[in-house]
């Protein structure tokens, strides 16, 4: 039987409601605070725990961490009815964090396994520009190049953990192995295939009782997001999708050793996007003009103008989208925060211009980007609540 670790103390947050813009909230309750603690928790030296977990968790010396992608913290009510374990957790030993900036999955998994923030770590959108080439990486297609050592510089908290003398495992799908992301965001544990919830929860656990020291377990589970994505947020297939997460938490909940604990977390989550709040760039010429390179994702554009176009790209988006998008140059978007620092090598990576949708809102590319992306239903990327906003679920065996 497993014991669940009470929440912190102290008075909930006013609820913003999904549609409000959040910050995200760098070394004081984000998604890059997570495995700093855990490894203070596991007790590695000089590791900072801003989560509050250390008193929480006294005793406890293995510590499996899941990510489960889409699962925001707005999405859990909708998911309850075929959820009741999630619910449950969520009710009990939960609390909202929220992921970094933009809102999506590979800046997510590097935050998470860096415990930096996107500016420091470089991963800074789904897809990017390669600064001084016309080439857009897509980071989920990434294979070699560019190498990721040197596209992502910071030293992952797994291999920090390594080094102190935790054993590492990083358990996911067979076919992120050896991928740049993988790398990136994972680099310093021992990688473990896994295809499915109860692969997945048979790995994590046989890697969290193998030894008898300190050990550290990272799993990642992806359906739930691509459902949304597919049909959306409370689609039939989505709600097979959360009782397929609801199965897995009551599997690996059940199977806590004494001395372990369970940290379930998300990289974002997810809103559905009407068809009347979506723009087309490439079939606006407004939208076009001045523009070298389109980045980003649906949800949040990094453009890459021409010289001296700046002045005039941001008049134009800002007079096509008016409320549905905000409009400003990188030089704003670094200063107001959304990133972190960001180092000067990893500016280029961030368009001249970024516009970051509000409400319901989406900026489509028909014609260069993958006919997929203009079909989905389900979109993140935005700072939203709805996608910002992820659980942290702490339970201990």
Known sequence: MTRQAPPPPGPAAPDPGPLAPVAPRYGDGSLADVL?????????????????????????????VLLVDGLGWYQIP???????????????????LTSGFPSTTPTSLVTLGTGAAPGAHGVLGFTVRVPGTDRVL?????????DPLRWQPVPTQLERARAAGVAVTVVTRPEFGGSGLTIAANRGGDFRGAAGVDALADAMLAALTAGTGPTLVSGYHPDLDRHGHLTGVDSVPWRVAAAEVDALLARLVDGLPPDAALLVTADH??????????????????LR???????????????????????DVVAAWSAVLGDAARVRTRDEAVAAGWFGPVPEDHLARIGDVVVTC??????????????????????????????????LLVVRG
Do not use: K
């Open 36 to 64: 700093p603690s855990a490894l203070a928790v596991l007790g590695v030296p000089g590791a900072v725990d801003r989560l509050g977990l250390t008193e929480r968790l006294a005793g406890v010396r293995r510590v499996a």
């Open 78 to 96: 909708t998911a309850t009815p075929y959820a009741p374990t999630l619910a449950g957790l969520a009710a009990t030993v939960g609390r909202p």
């Open 138 to 146: 897509s980071h989920i297609e990434w294979a070699a190049d560019p």
């Open 269 to 286: 989550g997810q809103l559905d996007v009407p068809a009347g709040h979506r723009f087309d760039l490439d079939t606006d010429p407004r």
């Open 289 to 311: 003009a001045g523009i070298e390179v389109v980045a980003g994702e649906a949800r949040v554009r990094y453009l890459h103008v021409r010289p001296g176009a700046v002045e």
């Open 358 to 391: 509000n409400d319901t809102y989406a900026v489509l590319a028909t014609r260069s980007e993958s006919p997929l992306a203009s079909r989905l239903v389900a979109y993140h990327g935005s700072d939203t609540a709805a996608e910002m906003t992820i659980p």
